[in-house]
């Protein structure tokens, strides 16, 4: 059976940017042409590198005449001229990963023969908080070369600034049910990449296999049998060391999360930067705060802009591998509003 990761488009080239511990830390994928009128930074989420969001790259540059830059959150790549084990082992700050977003677009716009081509961001799972966090700090420098024009979201959307809680629509609260996936699972992985950093990697694999496996029995495993095998697909399948340790921002969640919420908030002016919300609806749990579902809802239906929140059937988190065409449909439509 033909999957996903079988055959992966190579790009057209890899350029590297800074990180926070190395100057060539970061490597960014180019797919398309440099003269594209549009240019797009991907940025998937945990546990991943480049190879989720590849297929997806390519098919955008030739379907869309968009130059493609694709990253990874600092630390989450395994290349030969920086191994996985030589990243940062404490894993990297809030600040430096949404510094490595800005370092990213920097050398895509370098690539660029356009001056001012639009700029779309794209984020999956966790990129999208270091994504919403160069884009909000950026959209309030007024840094026009290096913040978004729109920005495209997937699977995973946090909620409104404070300032709007308001203004939005009819919503249905977070489940007790949601409440607890969500907990139980973000303190697993903090506490299995904790134990890794600070006691044993022996005693951090037990935590996170015995962990995940009480939690699928239960029933509360943040995803289902089609993540599953999404995941399983990978080839070569993620070293599980390397697995936990890509688990760092989850313990960022409880050590630093002031500094997580200060940005990590959809951008305030949706006429200025709109956002599209994709999602699957095969998962245990949302991962979106429905508020910010129909505050971006309503500006399609109420005919204030093009931002939106769609739900794609027949897929669950990782839905751009799932269903790549109705994906692609609906981020081409976006893009030529």
């Known amino acids: 059976m033909t999957t996903w990761a079988d055959s992966l488009p190579?790009?057209?080239?890899?350029?590297?940017?800074?990180?926070?511990?190395?100057?060539?830390?970061?490597?960014?994928?180019?797919?398309?042409?440099?003269?594209?009128?549009?240019?797009?930074?991907?940025?998937?989420g945990y546990a991943d590198d480049h190879d989720v969001f590849m297929n997806f790259c390519h098919n955008l540059a030739e379907k869309n005449k968009t130059l493609v830059g694709l990253m990874c959150i600092p630390g989450f790549d395994d290349r030969p001229d920086k191994p996985w084990t030589t990243h940062k082992k404490g894993g990297y700050t809030f600040d430096e990963m949404a510094a490595a977003v800005r370092d990213a677009v920097k050398a895509l716009r370098i690539e660029s023969t356009v001056e001012n081509a639009k700029l779309?961001?794209?984020?999956?799972?966790?990129?999208?908080?270091?994504?919403?966090?160069?884009?909000?700090?950026?959209?309030?420098?007024?840094?026009?070369?290096?913040s978004p024009d729109q920005l495209v979201l997937f699977d995973v959307l946090p909620p409104v600034h404070p300032s709007l809680k308001d203004d939005l629509p009819d919503h249905k609260p977070t489940t007790l049910r949601e409440k607890i996936t969500t907990s139980i699972y973000r303190v697993l992985l903090a506490l299995a990449f904790a134990i890794q950093l600070y006691v044993s990697k022996y005693i951090a694999l037990i935590v996170f296999g015995f962990g995940f496996t009480i939690l699928g029995i239960l029933g509360l495993a943040p995803v289902l049998q089609i993540d599953i095998d999404t995941i399983q697909a990978r080839k070569p399948p993620l070293d599980p060391h390397r697995m936990i340790y890509m688990a760092y921002p989850y313990l960022l969640m409880f050590t630093s999360r002031k500094v997580l919420l200060a940005n990590s908030f959809l951008c305030k002016d949706l006429k200025k930067t709109p956002i599209l919300y994709l999602y699957g609806t095969v998962k245990n749990m949302m991962f979106h705060d429905d508020g910010a579902v129909k505050y971006l809802e309503r500006e399609t239906k109420e005919n204030r802009g093009k931002s939106n929140a769609i739900a794609i059937d027949n897929a669950g988190h990782y839905l751009y591998l799932q269903q790549p065409d109705k994906c692609l449909e609906e981020v081409m439509k976006f893009m030529a509003k």
């Open 120 to 146: 779309t961001g794209f984020f999956h799972d966790w990129g999208v908080m270091p994504g919403l966090m160069w884009a909000n700090i950026t959209l309030e420098q007024e840094d026009t070369q290096l």
């Open 10 to 44: 190579p790009p057209r080239k890899t350029v590297n940017y800074y990180t926070a511990d190395d100057p060539k830390g970061g490597a960014l994928f180019i797919y398309g042409d440099a003269d594209a009128a549009e240019i797009a930074i991907f940025c998937p």
